[in-house]
């Protein structure tokens, strides 16, 4: 009989586990968040889910506001400090939800380039992506209708042309 | 003075969070004022603002980038296609009721779209022309 490595195992288990942990159940944003993360962040991008990015990849986010995937997002300090606190403690965990390597120092995580968000999104086409309805990964609304209200049901899909999502 | 007007109107902001368009319309105006004796916003200047290509963005070069050529349509976030409902208080009751929302906006599009925060007048100019449209 052959054995299997305990390493294997080890890999096998926590990849379950941080599966786990991004699974569709915690998409919504934690009961009672700031004030400020709906009001700040929520005004130009749905309020993302703190479980999708791990805590490093948010502190980068929030330590360049200044230049925020092309705007400016700067915050007064008190409440730059409330929301960071906010999504640090309700990040993620696990190389599933760790963004891709950053080209540029000066780069920011993505929470569209996670191997969870990647896997979870391979069977989009190309096109759907640079759809004018669409324009980034991160605007989950556009296909998840009630992705505002922090649902991401698949049945509740709608593709850009106006189809239902079939898997 | 003018730090004494400027901390008036936060401190109204922090207090009254309620506030009519028109009621807006007349803090920035009376600002303009002092600094202008005289000054009467037009919604023609406010237009051409709201119209003009300052460049300063690429992705957002005019207001109009995520508001629309016309105020009274919702608008769309250039960067994150995210739905804006329109400008116009016609076609949104809730806009410009909220002095600190208001400044909050101002501040943080204005140095966006045109490199720097705008004059009250612009404010002032910006106003009467959304409200105007129906």
Not at chain 1, 49 to 70: E, F
Not at chain 2, 53 to 70: I, K, Q, W
Request: hydrophobic share 40%.
């Amino acid at each position: 009989m052959k054995t299997v490595p305990i390493g294997l195992c080890l890999l096998v288990a926590t990849s379950m586990l941080c599966t786990a942990a991004a699974s569709a159940s915690d998409l919504r944003v934690p009961a009672n968040p700031p004030p400020a993360y709906l009001a700040e962040c929520g005004s130009c991008h749905v309020a993302f889910p703190p479980s999708l990015l791990m805590a490093d990849d948010w502190k980068r986010i929030m330590a360049r506001l200044d230049k925020h995937y092309g705007d400016n997002a700067s915050l007064d300090v008190p409440t730059r400090e409330v929301i960071e606190g906010f999504l640090v403690k309700q990040a993620g965990q696990g190389r599933r939800v760790a963004s891709a390597p950053l080209a540029k120092p000066t780069d920011l995580p993505r929470l569209t380039t996670t191997p969870w968000f990647v896997r979870k999104h391979h069977e989009v086409p190309r096109a759907v992506w640079s759809h004018a309805k669409v324009k980034t990964p991160s605007n989950c609304v556009a296909c998840h209708t009630r992705a505002g209200e922090g649902s991401y049901r698949e049945r509740e899909i709608v593709m850009p042309n106006g189809q239902r999502w079939e898997d | 003075m003018k730090g004494a007007v400027f901390i008036g109107m936060l401190l109204w902001a922090s207090v009254a969070q309620a506030a009519t368009p028109g009621e807006i319309l007349t803090g920035y105006t009376a600002e303009a004022a002092r600094r202008t004796p005289g000054f009467q916003p037009t919604a023609v200047r406010g237009e051409q603002f709201y119209q003009k290509r300052f460049g300063v963005s690429e992705v957002m070069p005019a207001c109009a980038s995520c508001h629309t050529d016309r105020p009274t349509q919702p608008g769309r976030h250039a960067v994150t296609g995210k739905l804006i409902q329109p400008l116009a208080p016609a076609a949104n009751a809730e806009r410009f009721t909220d002095l600190a929302k208001v400044e909050k906006w101002f501040r943080r599009n204005c140095s966006e779209v045109t490199g720097r925060e705008c004059s009250a007048a612009e404010k002032a100019d910006f106003m009467v022309y959304v409200m105007g449209k129906r």
